[in-house]
């Protein structure tokens, strides 16, 4: 990552000529509505002198191109792999190969079909969401869906949760392994129904890596009337498929089997079960897949901007997003920071409150980092999902409250983490 602190630190323009002529290049950059922010910086004598600009982007404007920035930002222990499983479709994963099997799968049509005729609005329950394509898929295919994805691997969830944030996706991540109520003390399909008060499952998909009839065992007598449709994929067409059909068979649903070939994993049969009624989803491709703009298309279209309304002189040489600028105390823009500062190490605001200041250090503990401000969000300072689990179970133990993780993974920053415990303790007293 581009330090802007050094090339600061190194520029060859004096601090004193910045509110000149480069104020001029940095207000060109300024009427790109992506831009946010801008300093330029020039290198060399002034013959010889060459532009270089840093810009902060506005998410309102280009979202995914923020987003994308803010994860190649991450430290080096917390920065996942991203590759483009389809032009400008970037996703996080652990191993690419297996990451684009599954995209076939979930996305050529004929391993899950059934998401291509769920209505708008739907409730679903995802079980086993891995790194979040499938839940992706709903997305695009059932607007206003209303999704609970679940995965119980910490790595896989810290991806799935960096991929829904990436995309832009609102869903209810659970990082919960499920069973049945014969395991005790097990969290269950019911569990999540009554905690989450779903009153109505459109569409439960489950990929549980051979444990589909614990999971199922684990919906209880009256909420299996909730549940209109099942689709399931199975490690093999053994005994372990025979017993899932004779099961959801038993509850009063369709099932049929589905062998995609080579659009699903090799070795997989693939189960879809719908009330009475529901009928075939038939098979179709997906088509319409979102595109997020990349940083590089984005830094070239705000300089061509500049570039049409600056002399070539003053156009700079690169542009270089970045998600925040220096700051010296004063809050004006630092153009000579201490050495070693880094575009993200801007000074944290002073925590408001009690409960503010305690919940900083607690994740200045957990996290290793040596301060947080309430503004900070919690990923952006490193912080993983099993962090995040560890943070909340000690909130609980330090306020005496019931915060759950979810709450932590929807309000990510000091500042929202302190608000939820602040209203709970509210409604204690």
């Known amino acids: 990552m581009t330090s802007i602190s050094s090339d600061l630190k190194n520029s060859g323009q004096p601090a004193q000529d910045?509110?000149?002529?480069?104020?001029?290049?940095?207000?060109?950059?300024?009427?790109?509505?992506?831009?946010?922010?801008?300093?330029?910086l020039a290198d060399g004598p002034d013959r010889e002198r060459s532009l270089r600009a840093y810009v902060c982007l506005d998410s309102r404007v280009v979202p995914g191109a923020d987003r994308m920035l803010r994860l190649q930002e991450l430290p080096d222990k917390s920065r996942p792999q991203v590759v483009e499983l389809s032009p400008g479709f970037p996703f996080c994963v652990q191993e690419e190969a297996a990451a684009r099997l599954m995209f076939r799968e979930v996305f050529a049509g004929e391993a899950y079909p059934a998401t291509m005729t769920i209505p708008e609005?739907?409730?679903?329950?995802?079980?086993?969401?891995?790194?979040?394509?499938?839940?992706?898929?709903?997305?695009?295919?059932?607007?206003?869906?209303?999704?609970?994805?679940?995965?119980?691997?910490?790595?896989?969830?810290?991806?799935?949760?960096?991929?829904?944030?990436?995309?832009?996706?609102?869903?209810?991540?659970?990082?919960?392994?499920?069973?049945?109520?014969?395991?005790?003390?097990?969290?269950?399909?019911?569990t999540i129904l009554a905690e989450e008060q779903i009153g109505r499952v459109d569409l439960l998909r489950v990929d549980s890596e051979g444990s589909e009839i614990q999971v199922l065992g684990g919906v209880d007598d009256e909420h299996w009337p909730l549940i209109d449709r099942v689709l399931l994929s199975l490690r093999e067409a053994g005994e372990p498929a025979a017993l899932v059909r004779d099961l959801l068979a038993g509850r009063g649903f369709e099932v049929r089997p589905r062998h995609p070939g080579d659009s699903g994993r090799p070795g997989r049969i693939y189960l879809d079960a719908a009330r009475p009624g529901l009928g075939d989803a038939g098979s179709r491709a997906t088509t319409g897949l979102p595109r997020l703009p990349s940083l590089r298309a984005v830094a070239e279209e705000i300089r061509d901007q500049a570039a049409s309304v600056?002399?070539?002189?003053?156009?700079?040489a690169t542009v270089v997003p970045v998600s925040r600028l220096p700051r010296a105390p004063g809050g004006e823009r630092d153009r000579q920071p201490a050495p070693g500062q880094s575009p993200r190490e801007s000074s944290p605001a002073a925590p408001a409150s009690e409960t503010g200041s305690a919940v900083c250090s607690l994740v200045a503990r957990i996290v290793g980092v040596p301060s947080v401000g309430l503004g900070d969000d919690i990923f952006g300072l490193g912080c993983t999902s099993l962090g995040a689990v560890k943070l909340t179970t000690a909130i609980c133990k330090q306020f005496g409250v019931r915060l759950k993780l979810r709450m932590v993974l929807d309000n990510p920053t000091a500042a929202g983490i302190a608000g939820q415990v602040d209203g709970m303790l509210r409604n204690q007293a």
Request: charged share 15%.
């Open 121 to 190: 609005g739907a409730c679903v329950l995802d079980v086993g969401a891995g790194i979040g394509l499938f839940t992706m898929a709903i997305v695009i295919r059932a607007r206003g869906a209303r999704i609970f994805a679940v995965e119980p691997a910490p790595e896989v969830f810290e991806l799935l949760r960096q991929n829904v944030n990436l995309h832009g996706i609102d869903a209810v991540l659970l990082p919960y392994a499920l069973g049945d109520s014969s395991a005790r003390p097990a969290r269950t399909i019911s």
């Open 310 to 316: 600056l002399p070539a002189s003053m156009v700079p």
């Open 18 to 40: 910045a509110p000149g002529e480069l104020a001029k290049v940095e207000a060109a950059l300024l009427r790109h509505p992506a831009v946010s922010q801008a300093v330029v």
